[in-house]
């Protein structure tokens, strides 16, 4: 049976979050969906399910957790401090990057996700009930995830079935965690990069903008340079569609990047659109970091998506069974027969 | 609608995922119409299977956006489709459903029908008048799921938004500004003048084939109801027993007339 995770803290901003919801733009439905898309998929590859399963998004401080019930296997993608407090109160550090089994009463309690975002995912996903196609949560239409609302003291959320995935025979585990791609952040200009002055694209280009503390799913408020309308043109176009990665610039000449929960459409000019490769990236951005943008054609676009769709089944292949210090290869010593009884047993575990 | 020459649209990218059709670059019915009689022209071509990887599009005011996925996607021939295809679509009029919606006028729910009356020279009376025998037209939806940009306001009714935008505006509010005209369909803050509210629900999440009451293209009309029928439709909406479908008016028959 499924286990139950209990919430008894939901930390300052986690939801649930899917692969997003497709096909409903034009009524004004934002796409929603994991910020880091790569990282939900890695999540979700550690514990056996398909990459685009609904799994806990946590940002800034995560909640904490309990399995109230049954047994939950779980792994955590990202850079966060988390501690296990066993039901017999033994208290270890959980480690990123390996799936782990948790049992009626143990708690996590999540700290700060210095890694911006991080992803909790459980084996057989959570269940509840998609939307217009997703469980992602989407606040401003108070849909999907739970109530369509960040997760707070007393949810309930059910194991999704472990009979439509793959059960693990082990706890799997990487060597690494996904590393993103560095250096500038990669976008293709415009789509109205003829609203500002030639000054304003060269500075674009060519010096690092500040991410403030106006942040959240909708987008990005950065501070530097002030990015000057051509005066022909002025700072407001007749509002039309935007995407995620948009990067818009008001009267102000700050930009702003748009997120997974931004509106479909927007009144701003928009000077350039980040890559579809480097829109994980954005959910890394904390306040205070420094971002530089860079021009690169559609082809390199093209080609750095392609190689990122590879580097991640890459990484998935890489995974490997977990095994705990002092772990014995039993196989060897008794053979193959009485080491799958012993697997089923559960002596494997962590 | 006049036989307007037509103007060559524009290909502008969104990224790497997403093409933008611009037929021109004002709020402008026959514009409109030319973005409708596009998006038509798209629906026709997936039915034929012929926009492989493309997820979906959003008509706007002046322009088309063709979202698509480019690892099964050739961006540069589906743009070269999309200029061709756009090129060739006419004006599109009257295409989608119309609709006669019911409003309470006035009151708690329109605290600025006396002041838009009195700005256009109106008594409220003769407003609401005006208000109600005027057809307007769904631009897009944007801002939030189901909010429709309606075009058709009267001119005389043409004001700026609140310098300062209310925190709060109730859900299912009559409110316009500048030459549009838009229901907010939850509660939330913003800017637009409040003529009054509608007891119908414009975004349903449960009704995932048509989620949202308006879809661009389409046409409505206001129907004045006094405070006691909007509590009523209201609390049947409540009820989930408020169907939205005795508000279409039906194919080929003429609006009917107040």
């Known amino acids: 049976m499924a286990g139950t995770l209990k919430v008894l803290d939901g930390g300052a901003t986690t939801t649930l979050q899917d692969a997003g919801r497709h096909g409903y733009r034009s009524l004004g439905v934002a796409l929603s969906g994991a910020l880091d898309p790569l990282w939900l998929a890695c999540a979700n590859a550690l514990v056996g399910n398909p990459a685009d399963t609904v799994a806990l998004e946590m940002r800034v401080l995560g909640p904490r957790l309990e399995i109230a019930q049954g047994s939950l296997c779980l792994a955590l993608a990202g850079d966060a401090e988390v501690q296990l407090i066993r039901s017999n109160q033994n208290s270890s550090a959980l480690p990123a990057w390996r799936s782990i089994t948790l049992e009626a009463g143990d708690v996590l309690h999540i700290g700060a996700i210095r890694s911006g975002v991080a992803y909790l995912a459980v084996a057989g996903g959570i269940d509840v009930p998609e939307q217009l196609g997703s469980r992602s949560t989407y606040a401003r239409a108070k849909i999907g995830g739970i109530d369509g609302r960040a997760l707070r003291s007393g949810d309930i959320l059910p194991g999704g079935d472990h009979a439509v995935v793959t059960t693990l025979a082990h706890p799997l585990t990487h060597a690494h965690g996904y590393a993103h791609a560095t250096g500038p952040i990669r976008v293709l200009p415009g789509p109205q ?3 500002f002055t030639e000054e304003a694209l060269a500075i674009f280009f060519s010096t690092a903008y500040t991410v403030t503390h106006d942040l959240d799913r909708m987008g990005i408020r950065l501070s530097g340079a002030r990015l000057t309308h051509h005066p022909a043109k002025g700072a407001d176009i007749v509002s039309d569609g935007v995407t995620p990665g948009a990067i818009q610039a008001p009267a102000d000449g700050q930009p702003i990047l748009l997120l997974a929960d931004c509106q479909t459409v927007g009144g701003y000019p928009k000077i350039a659109t980040v890559i579809s490769a480097d829109l994980p990236r954005l959910a890394h951005l904390l306040p205070g970091m420094q971002v530089n943008f860079a021009t690169v054609t559609r082809a390199q676009a093209h080609a750095a998506l392609r190689a990122q769709a590879a580097a991640l089944q890459e990484w998935i292949a890489g995974l490997a069974p977990h095994r705990p210090a002092g772990w014995v290869n039993e196989a060897a010593l008794y053979g193959d027969n009485l080491i799958s009884g012993m697997v089923d047993a559960g002596v494997n575990e962590t | 609608m006049t036989n307007s020459p037509l103007v060559t649209p524009r290909l502008l990218p969104l990224g790497d995922a ?16 030319r973005v409708m009689g596009f998006a038509q022209s798209l629906k026709n071509l997936q039915a034929e299977n012929a926009l492989p990887g493309v997820s979906e599009w959003v008509p706007s005011f002046r ?9 099964q996607t050739d961006a540069e021939q589906l743009a070269a489709t999309l200029l061709r295809v756009a090129g060739d679509s006419t004006e599109v009029v009257a295409h989608g459903r119309r609709w006669r919606i019911p ?7 329109g605290p600025d029908l006396d002041d838009l009356a009195r700005a256009s020279g109106l ?8 208000m109600t ?18 075009g058709g306001l009267p001119p005389e009714f043409s004001l700026p938004r609140l310098a300062t935008p209310r925190k709060s505006v109730a859900a299912r509010s009559l409110a316009v500004t500048g030459n549009l005209c838009a229901i907010y369909p939850w509660e ?16 349903d999440a449960a009704d995932s084939r048509r989620p949202a009451l308006f879809a661009p293209g389409d046409t409505a009309m206001w129907q004045a109801i006094d405070a006691e029928t909007f509590h009523s439709m209201e609390a049947e909406a409540a009820r989930g027993q408020l169907d939205r479908a005795q508000f279409l008016v039906a194919e080929g028959s003429p609006w009917p007339v107040r």
């Open chain 1, 193 to 195: 990069d003829d609203c």
């Open chain 2, 18 to 33: 997403a093409w933008s059709v611009e037929f021109g670059d004002s709020i402008d019915p026959s514009l409109h119409a």
């Open chain 2, 63 to 71: 322009s088309l956006t063709v979202y698509f996925d480019p690892l």
């Open chain 2, 103 to 109: 409003v309470c006028f006035g009151g708690a729910g």
């Open chain 2, 123 to 130: 008594d409220t009376d003769a407003m609401i008048a005006r």
């Open chain 2, 133 to 150: 025998s005027t057809v307007f037209h769904v631009y897009m939806l944007g801002f939030m799921p189901g909010f429709p940009y309606m």
């Open chain 2, 188 to 203: 939330s803050p913003g800017g637009w003048r409040l003529l009054g509210r509608t007891p119908v629900n414009l975004f």
